[in-house]
């Protein structure tokens, strides 16, 4: 019993983790959200390594190029900009989207009958599920595609409620977090 809430406690802790990282990493904390990206993805990589240690119980630097490529893949998950598409809500037509999504959306919903609501959770989904998959590849655990879902559905649930990019990007980055944790 005792592994067992070791186990939620980690996976609740590197939730909150990742909540704060995430809003963090989208600029929130005022001057602390200045700071470079490159410092952003070294403590992603250190909290990547810490979820790996409390995991495995060892300390994986050299040799285990596996573990770098599922640290490497989770960084590029967040490295990959998602537009204006996490304005979920927003109806009006926008410019520079991310060029291989709109031509997907032309395709799935035609030239300029995109920019609704379905269009920009469809955006967010084939996004987040460009990256998810690869993670999913690397961890060796498919159960990591459900980001490209929580993701979008993080701005959905707070799209209307006040600031609701700062509370997004709490809940997506707990929610990925947490998955990650679970998929290692």
Excluded: Q
């Excluded at 630097?61 to 960084?75: D, N």
């Excluded at 999913?136 to 990019?165: D, H, Q, R, W």
């Amino acid at each position: 019993m005792k592994n067992k809430n070791n186990g939620l406690f980690a996976l609740f802790a590197f939730g909150a983790i990742g909540a704060l990282w995430r809003r963090w990493f989208g600029g929130g904390f005022g001057k602390a959200g200045k700071i470079t990206r490159f410092f952003k993805y070294a403590v992603l990589i250190l909290v990547c390594l810490t979820m790996l240690y409390v995991k495995t119980r060892c300390f994986i630097f050299l040799g285990e190029t596996k573990t770098y490529e599922e640290i490497v893949s989770f960084a590029f998950h967040w490295a990959e900009g998602h537009g204006d598409y996490f304005f979920v809500w927003d109806t009006g037509k926008d410019e520079g989207r991310i060029r291989w999504i709109d031509w997907a959306l032309r395709r799935i919903y035609g030239k300029g009958n995109y920019y609704c609501f379905k269009g920009n959770v469809t955006g967010l989904v084939l996004r987040y599920g460009s990256t998810s998959c690869l993670v999913a590849l690397c961890l060796g655990n498919p159960l990591f595609c459900l980001s490209s879902l929580l993701t979008p559905l993080s701005y959905v649930i707070t799209g209307k409620m006040e600031n609701p990019t700062n509370k997004a990007e709490f809940l997506a980055g707990a929610l990925n977090f947490a998955l990650f944790y679970l998929c290692l």
